[in-house]
Nanobody
């Protein structure tokens, strides 16, 4: 059974950085995508970034392109989301997710996600 476990959330000041981690396990298929989403209070869940299992190709939402970077450590089965230059608008619960679609689709289509992590809270405030 696929399991995803996020960590690394917390309180950070505007302009600061955080790195989120998603520890993964249980995958049996050759191809899958790991994506990061977030959901702020009163807002819809938003796709942020995605990385594919086969060639580590990535996709980003325009809202975070240039500030967020997704990466993977294959030896640790962990996907990271490095977030820089954070603003209060980035305050949300951040979720790790997986889907069997190419990343460009996963980032804009939360409905294709087959498994969600429990989420980790990020608060950007002075």
């Amino acid at each position: 059974q696929v399991q995803l476990a996020e960590s690394g959330g917390g309180l950070v000041q505007p302009g600061g950085s955080l790195r989120l981690s998603c520890a993964t396990s249980g995958f049996t298929s050759d191809y899958y995508a790991i994506a990061w989403f977030r959901q702020a209070p009163g807002k819809a869940r938003e796709g942020l970034s995605c990385i594919s299992s086969d060639d580590d190709s990535t996709a980003y939402a325009d809202s975070v392109k240039g500030r967020f970077t997704i990466s993977r450590d294959h030896a640790k089965d962990t996907v990271y989301l490095q977030m820089n230059n954070l603003s209060p608008e980035d305050t949300a619960i951040y979720y790790c997710a997986t889907a069997h679609w190419e990343c460009a689709i996963v980032v804009v289509t939360p409905s294709v996600v087959t498994r969600w992590g429990q989420g980790t809270e990020v608060t950007v405030s002075s």
